[in-house]
């Protein structure tokens, strides 16, 4: 067996099928409304054609300007605008209400007897120069030339004006500022001068000097006594005695800046220190003699007599040395409260020196300051001043007004004036009558509108001169439309439901020609091919016309059985179709209504649940008769029918709230009559491409 390879229809991302539908939604549009653009167009173009028609000739006239070159110098520089924004803004003070103010004002002085008409001035710069093109156009040619030469003069007088008036205004504030800082100055220097004569600065200073100096040796001596001061309240006498003795063996020819570390022969410290030391050495010559004699020895007495002779001699040395101990403490602590006293002293004179000598300094600094202010405004007194009589105008008629050349608006740009807005004011309409329209063409639009179930979505089929859709036949051609049904089928006997799935179902509608007729008659065909005992009842018991699509009678049917003339089983009509039944409407009734909610209607649902696996209600539009509201609470579920492009989301959405409020099941919406071209049903595509294809046969 060869296999088939089927052509893949291209897959079209999300994004690009939103935008594609739009825009098959928006030719739609143009296709049903094509005369509106038409209509706009049309108004639009005769009115640039009447005002072609009936405009007077416009004179035109021309003329430049152009940047003077300019000499630098410092004294020219002085005025000088902002170069980044430069050429925008002389062309806004050219269109200024003042300059054209004024210019109307130069031509009745000068021009008294011509008459004023209104001119309106266009400028422009020239790219890549310092040029600016003038445009004046009017109805008079004579006032637009003569009034196009006021402009630029008025302008040039306005800019000299502009720049007086600044210069003016810049003179007297740095005079003011200077005369203002003369005085500044005057009374700095008095002050100063004052000072100096009550105050020696330089003795002063001198003084600062000597005593910051005599504060940094006092400093140096506190730290030092209080170093050896700390030294002494740490150690005991044993410490200290042993510390003056090493200082005093460290000590050499050059004079110890420590005076109190010294020792000498004489001091009790070095003789306690020698008793103990010669306690230490005789207990050491009575332990040695203690190994060979006995205690009664007169060595060993004689030696235990010395020890006692010294430790006597050691307790007079070593009280006299913690008084002398004491005493040096005792010291030393005088010592550096007489050195913090002097300190104070001293520092207090230094503090004193080093503040007159800084209101010294901050008054010269003062003086120099408001000095060096005073010269650069006077400096720059001197160059306003000369900069006010050096030519500063920086812009010069390059070229005077032309001759005004009269001519009417061209034929061309008025009517692409004309074409262009009668095509933007047709657009705008167009686009309010698709706003305003709320029919739902493509998948996408209905998921915007509804959050209901999409249980399937049926193809359009082309009717071929008759007036109904023809119904499915086993093996019937049309592949893609009965496919749609199937996929309705299998939602309705898979959907995701809690206990027994629904068994009676309602197809409805919104409003009339939405196709619930076609797809009720199609789904139960379809639900008997499944091999289901399948009932259809045309409970439109008003307009139903289900009994012509099947080739039977309309009576007896479903008014005989509600109004118990028979049973019901005695209407019950073969289809031709396997697994299928079918009840007509019956006789039409002026109390139709009635008849869906009197007990027999209760009884009839009851017993043809126990006969038939399947049964399906086509009733009428909910907006339009009562009826489906008041059979549906009675029925399993309820499916909404919806035609592309042809049913109002409104309507939809309002026959949905009605059935919610009567506790009706919806099970979900099937959406009818839909264009497979769009970008939504690409997929349909599929079909088309595995139904046409031809399974060649095994060679």
């Known amino acids: 067996m060869q296999e088939v390879q089927f052509e893949q229809p291209k897959i079209m991302a999300s994004w690009s099928a939103t935008l594609f539908t739009r825009l098959y939604r928006y030719k739609n549009l143009l296709k049903r409304r094509w005369w509106v653009l038409l209509l706009t167009i049309s108004i639009a173009l005769c009115y640039q054609g009447f005002k072609l028609v009936t405009s007077e000739p416009v004179f035109y006239s021309s003329s430049r300007m152009m940047v003077d070159p300019q000499i630098r110098t410092p004294e020219s520089t002085v005025y000088s605008e902002e170069l980044g924004n430069f050429y925008g803004t002389q062309i806004e003070l050219m269109r200024s209400g003042k300059v054209m103010e004024r210019a109307k004002e130069r031509v009745r002085a000068m021009y008294p007897d011509v008459p004023e008409a209104y001119v309106n001035i266009q400028v422009n710069q020239q790219p890549l120069s310092s040029i600016f093109n003038f445009t004046a156009s009017s109805l008079n040619g004579e006032y637009t030339k003569i009034y196009l030469d006021a402009v630029m003069d008025s302008f040039i007088f306005f800019k000299e004006e502009m720049r007086n008036v600044t210069s003016q205004k810049m003179l007297s504030a740095i005079t003011e500022q200077v005369l203002k800082l003369e005085r500044e100055l005057k009374e700095a220097q008095l002050k100063l001068f004052e000072f100096q004569k009550n105050n020696d600065v330089a003795s002063l200073q001198e003084q600062g000097n000597t005593a910051a100096a005599y ?16 030294l002494l309240e740490l150690m005991d006498l044993d410490q200290n005695v042993e510390r003056r003795e090493r200082l005093n063996n460290e000590q050499t020819s050059e004079e110890d800046s420590q005076p109190t570390a010294q020792v000498t022969g004489d001091e009790p410290e070095l003789e306690y220190l020698k008793a103990k030391r010669s306690i230490r050495m005789l207990e050491n010559q009575l332990e040695k003699l203690g190994e060979n004699l006995t205690d009664k020895h007169p060595k060993m007495i004689d030696l235990r007599q010395q020890i006692k002779d010294q430790t006597d001699l050691l307790g007079f040395y070593r009280s006299q040395s913690q008084d002398q101990l004491e005493s040096r403490k005792q010291t030393l602590k005088l010592q550096v409260q007489n050195i913090n006293m002097q300190m104070e002293t001293w520092r207090a004179k230094a503090l004193q020196s080093s503040r007159v000598m800084a209101e010294f300094e901050s008054m010269k600094a003062d003086v120099e300051r408001v000095k060096s202010l005073y010269d650069r405004l006077l400096d720059t007194t001197q160059s306003v001043d000369v900069s006010t009589n050096m030519a500063q105008t920086t812009i010069s008629i390059l070229e005077n007004a032309s001759l005004a050349i009269s001519r009417k608006q061209g034929v061309g740009k008025a009517l692409g004036i004309g074409l262009a807005f009668g095509l933007l004011a047709g657009c705008a309409i167009l686009f309010i009558f698709d706003r305003i329209d709320d029919r739902v ?259």
């Open 215 to 230: 504060v940094a040796t006092l400093e140096k001596e506190l730290a030092e006594s209080t170093k050896e001061l700390q």
């Open 441 to 699: 063409n493509s998948f996408t639009e209905l998921r915007d509108h509804f959050e209901e179930e999409v249980l399937g979505q049926v193809p359009l089929e082309i009717l071929g001169g008759e007036d109904r859709v023809a119904l499915l036949q086993e093996n019937d051609e049309r592949q893609v439309y009965s496919e749609a049904f199937r996929n309705i089928r299998s939602s309705l006997m898979y959907m995701a439901v809690e206990g027994e799935r629904p068994r009676s179902r309602i197809i409805t509608s919104a409003i009339t020609r939405e196709g619930k007729s076609t797809v009720s008659a199609n789904l139960a065909i379809t639900m008997g091919f499944a091999g289901s005992k399948t009932l259809l009842i045309d409970a439109d018991l008003r307009k139903g016309l289900l009994n012509q699509d099947f080739g039977v009678s309309s009576s007896p049917g479903l008014v005989d059985a509600l109004e118990q003339r028979m049973h019901w089983t005695e209407t019950v009509q073969e289809t031709g179709y396997p697994n299928l039944h079918f009840i007509a409407r019956g006789h039409a009734r002026s109390h139709i209504g009635e008849l869906l909610i009197g007990p027999a209607a209760d009884v009839f649902l009851k017993e043809i649940r126990e006969h038939y696996d399947y049964m399906i209600f086509d009733t009428p539009p909910i907006l339009a008769a009562d009826d489906t509201p008041s059979l549906a609470p009675k029925i399993d579920g309820t499916l909404m029918v919806m035609r592309s492009a042809h049913t109002s989301s409104r309507m939809t959405q309002n026959s949905l709230d009605l059935l919610y409020q009567r506790q009706v099941n919806v099970l979900g919406l099937v959406f009818n009559c839909i264009d497979t071209q769009l970008p939504d049903y690409y997929h349909y595509q599929y079909y088309k491409s595995y139904y046409t294809q031809t399974i060649p046969s095994d060679s």
